[in-house]
């Protein structure tokens, strides 16, 4: 059954507003609202217009990989309704749009020059973006390595390095005259940890040694595509987005709060230092010592290349994580935690560090518990330990479980009760110091989760998969109102609003 897209009066969330203005808390002029998504995420159209394979292909493609069998081969078919996905972006009246290039459509074996088809796609959407008054935020890998490289080792390998920084400059000389603002890699934590240390993600490697190099393959990577765009592009804006968390112990004993401290090491400081201070933990140079090849990769000169200077942070926060030393597990649970059934991944096990859950705490469908108070405690350290950044929030969200009434319309109050919540953390910490200039929004729309396949739904726009129709969410209509103020409304009025 074809559902019916709403549509609703600006006019009257015009009126809304002016009555509500006396409540409403203020964004500073100018501060970037936009929204996100990701090419493989979202794109479908896997072989066409010459792109090549991804490891995503591939690893969706194998069997147990992704819940039932999702792959990305059709998505949100983003490739072909780009220009609905456009006038969606309009009617949400963000400033900004962060999108990501698909490397394989660019460079269909990962070397060699560009496919004009693939590079055709992106100034579409540039050129439409533009035309609209979006601006372009362009992120050049978020995570589908181009096959061949991983067939040759993928970021382990030095070269990798070499074939990213080629990649960068393509895409920079090509796209440089209409987008301003870059970000060289996506959560450098994921390509390198879920991809070859957990195997949660692709290429599926579960190796320590191996997810260390391919961490400073990637860091070194990020360095060299930083020069690349700075040299096509001398007025560009560029950054990094790395996730990052608050990590807790479960208990103040000693061995729980060396615990956090290590894995504070592995998820933050790892990428955190050497970005903007130019040096490796020492904590995490020694945890990781034993485990070949690792730190052996380093050469010298690499730190400076991995430091250069930035215009910006970009930061994904979703939620906080707390650890318990893992032979400390049984007090964790006295001191009112869940402890995973699961058998723990590498990463952790490495760590000897047991990731553990309050209980009857608030979690979004990915299980991760809700507190908009630890994005505050995050741009607070930022702020301390790592000042004279400027900071976007290139991503925050929540997967909610959410459906389709009656009516035709999706509700989903809790959405809209957590990005509420997350952009008064951010004005927080601007109060306190946090030099914060952006917020983008995971999801403009529902798509695929990677190894959760399309179970988990972060879109301000639901699709319908097995049409591809698109229905805004009352969180989009929610939205658009607090970008087009400028301001926070009170939530209750606010979420009540859209059902008038
Ligand atoms: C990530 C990615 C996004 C995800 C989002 C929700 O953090 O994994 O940047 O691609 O979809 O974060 O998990």
Request: charged share 20%; aromatic share 10%.
């Amino acid at each position: 059954m074809p559902f019916r897209i709403r549509r609703h009066s600006y006019a009257e969330v015009g009126a809304t507003l002016s009555a509500l203005d006396s409540n409403a808390v203020p964004f500073p002029k100018g501060f970037l609202f936009g929204a996100a998504t990701a090419a493989y995420q979202v794109e479908g159209s896997v072989d066409v217009g010459g792109r090549g394979v991804s490891i995503w292909d591939t690893f969706s493609h194998t069997s147990g990989k992704t819940v039932n069998g999702d792959t990305g081969d059709i998505a949100c078919d983003h490739f072909l309704r780009l220009e609905e996905d456009l006038d969606l972006l309009a009617e949400l009246g963000v400033r900004a749009y962060r999108f990501s290039v698909s490397w394989p459509r660019i460079q269909p074996t990962g070397k060699g020059p560009a496919n004009p088809e693939g590079l055709d796609f992106y100034r579409r959407v540039v050129d439409g973006l533009r035309a609209r008054g979006i601006v372009p935020v362009l992120t050049l890998y978020h995570w589908d390595l181009p096959q061949p490289l991983q067939d040759e080792g993928g970021w382990p390998q030095r070269d990798t390095v070499s074939r990213f920084a080629e990649y960068a400059g393509t895409v920079a000389r090509a796209l440089g005259g209409t987008v301003g603002r870059w970000i060289t890699l996506n959560e450098p934590w994921c390509s390198a940890w879920l991809g070859y240390g957990s195997g949660h993600h692709a290429p599926g490697i579960r190796d320590i040694g191996k997810a260390v190099a391919a961490t400073h393959h990637l860091l070194l990577a990020h360095g060299e595509a930083v020069q690349a765009i700075r040299s096509a592009v001398p007025a560009a804006e560029v950054g990094i987005s790395l996730n990052l968390t608050p990590i807790r112990h479960a208990t103040d004993h000693e061995d729980d709060v060396a615990a956090a401290r290590r894995t504070d090491g592995n998820a933050n400081r790892l990428f955190l230092d050497p970005v903007l201070t130019g040096s490796y933990p020492p904590d995490m140079l020694e945890h990781y010592q034993g485990s070949a090849p690792g730190f052996a990769v380093v050469r010298d000169g690499d730190l400076e290349v991995i430091s250069r200077p930035l215009d910006f942070l970009g930061i994904n926060y979703y939620t906080p994580q707390t650890v318990a030393d893992e032979a400390r597990t049984a007090q964790a649970m006295v001191a009112g935690y869940c402890v995973p059934t699961a058998e723990i991944d590498l990463i952790s096990s490495d760590l000897h560090a047991v990731p553990v859950q309050r209980q009857a705490f608030r979690r979004t469908e990915m299980g991760w518990e809700v507190e908009p108070a630890a994005l505050t405690e995050l741009l607070d350290r930022l702020h301390q330990e790592y000042p004279h950044v400027p900071i976007l929030l290139t991503e925050n969200g929540a997967a909610c479980a959410d459906y389709v009434g009656q009516d035709g319309s999706v509700q989903d109050p809790e959405r809209i009760r957590y990005l509420d919540g997350h952009l008064r953390a951010v004005l927080q910490a601007r109060e306190a110091g946090s030099d914060v200039r952006g917020y983008f929004v995971w999801s403009l729309m529902d798509n695929f989760e990677w190894a959760y396949g399309y179970s988990k739904r972060f879109g301000l726009v639901w699709i319908d998969y097995p049409t591809r129709t698109r229905i805004p969410k009352d969180s989009f209509r929610w939205y658009a109102q607090t970008v087009r103020a400028n301001a926070l409304l009170p939530t209750v009025e606010a979420t009540a609003g859209f059902r008038a």
